[in-house]
């Protein structure tokens, strides 16, 4: 399976050594406020487990965000696109120790490039809560803009989406 490397993340496969780390990013009220709520360490095992099973049926997924600096694990950031979803999404969640400091950007950038470049996508969405003002900045920066609302497990969700980039057309030979 594929990982990344960025300036200062390396976004690689979730291990089984992961869960005391991710279980602890999870539980933590405010990093969830967005994504369903806080969750107990047996469901942040299913959620690697999910993460690693996305890359097993699609052959692409989520990783595990580890700051290169300190080896700390800081969330996962990747790709998804599970049955029943409305596009290939680019998506991001990352500990609040860590927030303000573009990793999310980061991270979903080099995802990005990653969907575009390697897997040949002409579109990508992010699905974002109305009121989640710091994923829409992200979206923003990465060049994503409001398409539409959908409904994402019976609440509202934005879908911002960007495009292929046009020097990156399969064929061309900037690729």
């Known amino acids: 399976m594929t990982s990344l490397e960025t300036e200062r993340l390396r976004l690689r496969q979730f291990r089984e050594a992961d ?3 991710y279980a602890a990013i999870v ?7 967005f994504m369903g709520g806080p969750r107990d360490r047996p469901r942040a095992w299913m959620d690697i487990a999910w993460c690693l099973g996305h890359w097993t049926l699609r052959g692409y997924g989520l990783w595990a ?9 800081i969330g996962r950031i990747g790709l998804l696109n599970p049955e029943g979803w ?7 969640l990352v500990a609040r120790n860590h927030w ?3 990793l ?3 991270g979903a950038r080099a995802s990005l490039a990653y969907a575009f470049e390697e897997l040949g996508a002409d579109h990508v969405i992010s699905l974002i809560r109305p009121d989640n003002a710091a994923s829409i900045r992200v979206a923003e920066k990465l060049g ?10 019976g609440e509202e969700a934005l879908v911002y989406g960007i ?3 046009a020097d990156l057309e399969l064929g061309s030979d900037s690729i």
């Open 163 to 165: 495009a292929r980039p």
């Open 144 to 153: 994503e803009r409001p398409e539409r609302r959908t409904e994402l497990f």
């Open 86 to 92: 409305p596009g290939l999404e680019v998506g991001w």
């Open 19 to 21: 869960l005391d780390q």
């Open 104 to 106: 999310a950007t980061e």
């Open 65 to 73: 965000a580890e700051e290169k600096a300190s080896g700390a694990l």
């Open 100 to 102: 303000g400091r573009g």
């Open 27 to 33: 539980a933590d009220p405010e990093t969830m406020t």
